[in-house]
């Protein structure tokens, strides 16, 4: 067996005790989502590359094309271009680089979709190189001037060096004339070992600005003579406005105007979010509720049982011959599972202001996808993408809501073109949960068979759900297929060795609005795929950490982060009434593996003691930021697995609330370890993900513990709706 790999930091959910401190030591100043900061971003007289600009005064700003949703991206970002320019950290302060300038200068920042945890993996390279080209400009300014060899020069701490003469020049010194030099096509990016900033866990940038409350989220916009708009669309889905009888509110308080949006919704325009509010609950409407009747939980699971059997699935990955090992089989196991839809109950509610006159709009927005929010305005409006604006904010959570999902700011630009002034639309709690786009339903069968000694012959996994792509972006589908239904199952995702596999799935859309949550499509099926290799291997006799290991034998990567998991939580020595249970998962070219610890008591209340996670990204930019993805991700799985559901009736959502849509409490929070694993060998590796990976194993790892507890193996989710033993 090789060396086990190293660990490079341990971190539990204590750690964050020091950040006050910490942050104001640091004296980051964050203006990127600032209303009122002006979104011209066209080339600046000292901008040395579109996402380097040095003032003359040393200050280095530094553009961030990804939107933060707390993933820590506002900070990671800039340390991988601070790596390479070598300046000094305590001056560079980050902003959002410009929608609309990106649009204007042929995309110069590259994809600004933040989504699939792909804002430090996707773009670690070039920005990077981004960074190095910048200090070889500020160098080659520099050499020229003492006449010497670019060779003969060192940079640090925004300092160009000439070892020789000993002569420097600030890089504030240098920029302008630097700027003006041609970016070179090729430069020298450093190797792992010399990183002296990136794999550090410096204080976050809007740390301060987050505890001490200043305006970085869209919720926090103001502008001179802003109205407030507070909506409501149809409480069934595909049901349409009737009629509304403005004159009943237009006396109230503060109304300024009673606007209809699209044919489903209606806004009520105030001097105040909460007058606006308070006219709209006295609108008389009437809605057309007709599309929904019928439409509900029960259809719709129905519907997906009745898929399993059908003939238009799509196989998305076979070993072997499944169908012949099963029908030779000395025992088969053949169970159901079933996920609910579930929403994504961001903080911060779906919000945006617009101001749309003159042909023009501009817009803020807490969007994950800023290029994707113009081109909605521009669409919406019929203009010119150059006529729109888009200053994009933090974000008060995403989780995918705020990605291609763009129903939200179509709304705010109609409701502010009808207005002609400054509009901060707010949705309602009930209006956020009633009118997601949810995670969705889906149901698995699954089926394996045995020898008459209990090995495994062969495992056949049936999906069947609504497709996210067909629903947000048909462009992905293939030959009207979602092979992205099976995510986390295929080749690329799952490296069991397994003696026969074959994993297919049946499209059943609907009504109900499906979009991207946490995890897309991995977050379920690895539930379905862990809980069940764990009902494989107790079926052959074998303890499932241990079968986990001989089915992962070829894949050394997963099978060190599975072992590391195991040996930090001691796997097998959990003390007394306390149960465990174990998953991995592969996701997007990161590799995390979970052990829950968990005791039911008599009456079958189940609690969480501890969750274990180990994770290889193959290289880390900021470490105390993926402890904390992981702790979110394992908080928010646990959440899921205990009280999350979205149910209908008739084409309503029946929930509307934190009341019965709970999120997890601070009492119910375990304690969490993360181990960040180096990988053993991994020059070219392809950077892993973090924001999302540390949710698929939560789930199966904690049904799994429950099965060692109970002796029941769950199968359907969430917990609330099933009688839990002891046993």
Same mark, same amino acid.
């Given at each position: 067996?090789?060396?086990?790999?190293?660990?490079?930091?341990?971190?539990?959910?204590?750690?964050?005790?020091?950040?006050?401190?910490?942050?104001?030591?640091?004296?980051?100043?964050?203006?990127?989502?600032?209303?009122?900061?002006?979104?011209?971003?066209?080339?600046?007289?000292?901008?040395?590359?579109?996402?380097?600009?040095?003032?003359?005064?040393?200050?280095?700003?530094?553009?961030?094309?990804?939107?933060?949703?707390?993933?820590?991206?506002?900070?990671?970002?800039?340390?991988?271009?601070?790596?390479?320019?070598?300046?000094?950290?305590?001056?560079?302060?980050?902003?959002?680089?410009?929608?609309?300038?990106?649009?204007?200068?042929?995309?110069?920042?590259?994809?600004? $979709?933040?989504?699939?945890?792909?804002?430090?993996?996707?773009?670690?390279?070039?920005?990077?190189?981004?960074?190095?080209?910048?200090?070889?400009?500020?160098?080659?300014?520099?050499?020229?001037?003492?006449?010497?060899?670019?060779?003969?020069?060192?940079?640090?701490?925004?300092?160009?060096?000439?070892?020789?003469?000993?002569?420097?020049?600030?890089?504030?010194?240098?920029?302008?004339?630097?700027?003006?030099?041609?970016?070179?096509?090729?430069?020298?990016?450093?190797?792992?070992?010399?990183?002296?900033?990136?794999?550090?866990?410096?204080?976050?940038?809007?740390?301060?600005?987050?505890?001490?409350?200043?305006?970085?989220?869209?919720?926090?916009?103001?502008?001179?003579?802003?109205?407030?708009?507070?909506?409501?669309?149809?409480?069934?889905?595909?049901?349409?406005? !009737?009629?509304?009888?403005?004159?009943?509110?237009?006396?109230?308080?503060?109304?300024?105007?009673? $606007?209809?949006?699209?044919?489903?919704?209606?806004?009520?325009?105030?001097?105040?979010?909460?007058?606006?509010?308070?006219?709209?609950?006295?609108?008389?409407?009437?809605?057309?509720?007709?599309?929904?009747?019928?439409?509900? +939980?029960?259809?719709?699971?129905?519907?997906?049982?009745?898929?399993?059997?059908?003939?238009?699935?799509?196989?998305?990955?076979?070993?072997?011959?499944?169908?012949?090992?099963?029908?030779?089989?000395?025992?088969?196991?053949?169970?159901?599972?079933?996920?609910?839809?579930?929403?994504?109950?961001?903080?911060?509610?779906?919000?945006?202001?617009?101001?749309?006159?003159?042909?023009?709009?501009?817009?803020?927005?807490?969007?994950?996808?800023?290029?994707?929010?113009?081109?909605?305005?521009?669409?919406?409006?019929?203009?010119?993408? +150059?006529?729109?604006? !888009?200053?994009?904010?933090?974000?008060?959570?995403?989780?995918?809501?705020?990605?291609?999902?763009?129903?939200?700011?179509?709304?705010?630009?109609?409701?502010?073109?009808?207005?002609?002034?400054?509009?901060?639309?707010?949705?309602?709690?009930?209006?956020?949960?009633?009118?997601?786009?949810?995670?969705?339903?889906?149901?698995?069968?699954?089926?394996?068979?045995?020898?008459?000694?209990?090995?495994?012959?062969?495992?056949?996994?049936?999906?069947?759900?609504?497709?996210?792509?067909?629903?947000?972006?048909?462009?992905?589908?293939?030959?009207?297929?979602?092979?992205?239904?099976?995510?986390?199952?295929?080749?690329?995702?799952?490296?069991?060795?397994?003696?026969?596999?074959?994993?297919?799935?049946?499209?059943?859309?609907?009504?109900?609005?499906?979009?991207?949550?946490?995890? $897309?499509?991995?977050?379920?099926?690895?539930?379905?795929?862990?809980?069940?290799?764990?009902?494989?291997?107790?079926?052959?006799?074998?303890?499932?950490?241990?079968?986990?290991?001989?089915?992962?034998?070829?894949?050394?990567?997963?099978?060190?982060?599975?072992?590391?998991?195991?040996?930090?939580?001691?796997?097998?020595?959990?003390?007394?009434?306390?149960?465990?249970?174990?998953?991995?998962?592969?996701?997007?070219?990161?590799?995390?593996?979970? !052990?829950?610890?968990?005791?039911?008591?008599?009456?079958?209340?189940?609690?969480?003691?501890?969750?274990?996670?180990?994770?290889?990204?193959?290289?880390?930019?900021?470490?105390?930021?993926?402890?904390?993805?992981?702790?979110?991700?394992?908080?928010?799985?646990?959440?899921?697995?205990?009280?999350?559901?979205?149910?209908?009736?008739?084409?309503?959502?029946?929930?509307?609330?934190?009341?019965?849509?709970?999120?997890?409490?601070?009492?119910?929070?375990?304690?969490?370890?993360?181990?960040?694993?180096?990988?053993?060998?991994?020059?070219?590796?392809?950077?892993?993900? !973090?924001?999302?990976?540390?949710?698929?194993?939560?789930?199966?790892?904690?049904?799994?513990?429950?099965?060692?507890?109970?002796?029941?193996?769950?199968?359907?989710?969430?917990?609330?709706?099933?009688?839990?033993?002891?046993?």
């Amino acid at each position: 067996m090789s060396e086990s790999p190293v660990i490079e930091q341990q971190s539990g959910v204590t750690r964050r005790g020091f950040v006050f401190g910490i942050s104001a030591a640091a004296g980051g100043l964050f203006i990127g989502a600032l209303p009122g900061r002006s979104d011209a971003q066209a080339p600046a007289a000292r901008e040395l590359t579109a996402w380097v600009v040095i003032e003359p005064d040393d200050a280095v700003v530094i553009r961030v094309a990804r939107s933060d949703m707390g993933q820590g991206i506002f900070t990671a970002l800039p340390m991988l271009v601070a790596e390479e320019l070598e300046c000094d950290w305590s001056r560079v302060r980050p902003e959002y680089a410009s929608p609309a300038e990106h649009v204007a200068r042929n995309r110069v920042w590259g994809n600004m $979709v933040t989504t699939d945890s792909v804002s430090v993996r996707t773009s670690q390279d070039y920005l990077r190189k981004a960074g190095a080209q910048a200090r070889a400009m500020l160098v080659a300014e520099a050499a020229a001037r003492w006449n010497c060899p670019t060779e003969e020069c060192n940079t640090r701490n925004s300092v160009v060096s000439h070892r020789p003469s000993g002569r420097s020049l600030r890089y504030g010194e240098l920029a302008e004339a630097a700027a003006r030099r041609p970016v070179p096509a090729e430069v020298r990016l450093k190797p792992p070992q010399e990183w002296q900033l990136i794999g550090t866990s410096v204080p976050q940038f809007d740390t301060l600005a987050k505890v001490s409350g200043q305006p970085i989220y869209a919720i926090d916009v103001r502008l001179p003579g802003m109205l407030y708009a507070a909506i409501s669309a149809c409480p069934a889905l595909n049901g349409k406005l !009737v009629s509304f009888d403005a004159q009943r509110v237009m006396r109230l308080p503060g109304v300024r105007q009673v $606007v209809p949006v699209g044919d489903n919704a209606v806004a009520v325009v105030a001097a105040s979010w909460w007058q606006a509010k308070t006219a709209l609950d006295a609108l008389p409407l009437v809605w057309d509720e007709s599309a929904g009747a019928g439409l509900s +939980s029960d259809a719709i699971r129905a519907t997906l049982l009745q898929g399993l059997d059908a003939a238009d699935a799509v196989i998305g990955r076979r070993i072997g011959e499944a169908d012949a090992a099963l029908a030779s089989a000395a025992r088969v196991l053949k169970v159901d599972y079933e996920v609910p839809y579930l929403a994504h109950a961001t903080m911060e509610p779906q919000t945006c202001t617009a101001h749309v006159v003159d042909g023009r709009a501009e817009v803020w927005a807490p969007t994950q996808n800023g290029e994707g929010t113009l081109a909605m305005v521009a669409r919406t409006l019929g203009i010119e993408p +150059s006529k729109v604006i !888009v200053h994009k904010c933090h974000l008060g959570g995403g989780f995918g809501r705020r990605g291609l999902s763009q129903d939200w700011a179509r709304q705010a630009v109609l409701i502010a073109k009808a207005v002609g002034k400054p509009v901060k639309m707010i949705w309602t709690r009930q209006e956020d949960f009633t009118h997601d786009h949810y995670r969705p339903m889906v149901l698995a069968r699954q089926t394996a068979g045995f020898d008459a000694k209990g090995n495994l012959l062969a495992w056949k996994l049936r999906l069947c759900g609504s497709s996210i792509a067909a629903h947000l972006a048909p462009q992905w589908m293939r030959n009207g297929q979602d092979l992205g239904m099976m995510n986390g199952l295929l080749e690329s995702h799952m490296f069991y060795d397994l003696p026969g596999f074959e994993v297919s799935s049946v499209m059943r859309n609907n009504a109900v609005p499906v979009g991207f949550w946490r995890g $897309v499509n991995y977050s379920q099926n690895s539930f379905f795929r862990e809980a069940f290799i764990d009902e494989i291997a107790h079926a052959g006799g074998h303890d499932p950490y241990q079968f986990r290991r001989r089915l992962l034998a070829g894949a050394p990567r997963s099978l060190a982060v599975l072992d590391e998991a195991a040996r930090r939580a001691g796997w097998g020595r959990a003390p007394a009434g306390v149960h465990q249970g174990i998953a991995v998962v592969e996701f997007d070219d990161a590799v995390c593996a979970q !052990v829950v610890e968990l005791s039911v008591s008599a009456e079958g209340a189940v609690t969480v003691h501890r969750v274990v996670c180990a994770i290889d990204a193959v290289h880390v930019v900021h470490p105390d930021t993926v402890a904390a993805q992981m702790e979110g991700c394992i908080l928010q799985g646990i959440g899921a697995v205990l009280n999350d559901e979205i149910t209908l009736k008739d084409g309503k959502v029946q929930q509307s609330n934190f009341h019965d849509y709970p999120l997890l409490r601070i009492h119910e929070t375990p304690r969490i370890e993360t181990w960040i694993v180096k990988p053993p060998a991994a020059p070219n590796q392809r950077w892993g993900a !973090v924001g999302e990976t540390g949710l698929p194993p939560l789930a199966p790892a904690m049904v799994n513990a429950l099965f060692a507890a109970t002796g029941q193996r769950i199968r359907s989710l969430p917990l609330k709706n099933l009688k839990l033993r002891r046993a």
